[in-house]
């Protein structure tokens, strides 16, 4: 079954612990995004990579990092995660269409 | 940032009644899909558009693309409580393959 698997689904943590959000896909796609989602804001994309190594800021990439050293993961690293970062956030996987992680709700105290 | 803009961002209906949400841009599109988000899931696929004028149903759902590629629709007919979520569209810029660029939104409430 195609999936992209997200964990942890929820965080609370406390501003300036690092922390790190996986993403996993078994699709074999080269192309992959990460969304934050805010009420009334839509999906803003963090960071997306096409391929192994490449990786390259989207919309909104202040506070976060990412790698991409094997194709099917890419996670969202938070060095010192602030409380503007608390949101909703989405990896996806593939481009035409995309297929989304089922989210991983962040609260930073 | 953001060049389409959806409307409605909210819309309440009766369950029965239809619904229609717009997503306009100020240039040409390569293409256009639909995602839907359920309460408390993930945006899920429903369908990409890509020529000039086309349009695509599926059961009670019809999409259109404008003429100008400018322009795409979601219309619900007589809709129903599994309806209810906020529905997005996203177009990707043809020269970053695979980036995509979503919407804001329209959120969806359907009263039964």
């Known amino acids: 079954e195609a999936q992209v698997t997200q964990n942890p689904r929820y965080l609370i943590t406390v501003t300036g612990k690092k922390l790190t959000v996986t993403c996993s896909q078994n699709?074999?796609?080269?192309?992959m995004s990460w969304y934050r989602q805010d009420p009334g804001l839509g999906l803003r994309q963090i960071y997306y990579?096409?391929?192994?190594?490449?990786?390259d800021k989207g919309d909104v990439p202040e506070g976060y990092k990412v790698s991409r050293k094997e194709k099917r993961n890419f996670p969202l690293i938070l060095e010192s995660p602030s409380p503007n970062q608390t949101s909703l956030y989405f990896c996806?996987?593939?481009?035409?269409?995309?297929?989304f992680g089922d989210g991983t709700r962040l609260s930073i105290l | 940032g953001q060049q389409v803009m959806q409307i409605p961002q909210y819309q309440h209906v009766q369950e029965g009644e239809d619904f229609t949400t717009y997503c306009n841009s100020s240039?040409?599109?390569?293409?256009i899909q639909w995602y839907k988000q359920r309460p408390g899931g993930h945006p899920v696929f429903l369908i990409q558009?890509?020529?000039?004028?086309e349009v695509k149903k599926q059961k009670r759902l019809t999409f259109q693309f404008g003429e100008a590629k400018k322009n795409s629709s979601l219309h619900i007919t007589a809709t129903q409580t599994t309806d209810v979520g906020t529905y997005f569209c996203?177009?990707?810029?043809?020269?970053?393959?695979?980036?995509?660029?979503f919407g804001r939104g329209t959120q969806l409430t359907v009263w039964p």
């Open positions: 996806a996987s593939g481009s035409q269409p995309q297929h």
């Open positions: 699709m074999n796609h080269e192309y």
């Open positions: 990579s096409m391929n192994v190594e490449v990786t």
């Open positions: 240039t040409t599109l390569s293409n």
């Open positions: 558009l890509v020529k000039s004028g």
């Open positions: 996203a177009y990707d810029r043809g020269s970053t393959l695979g980036r995509l660029y």
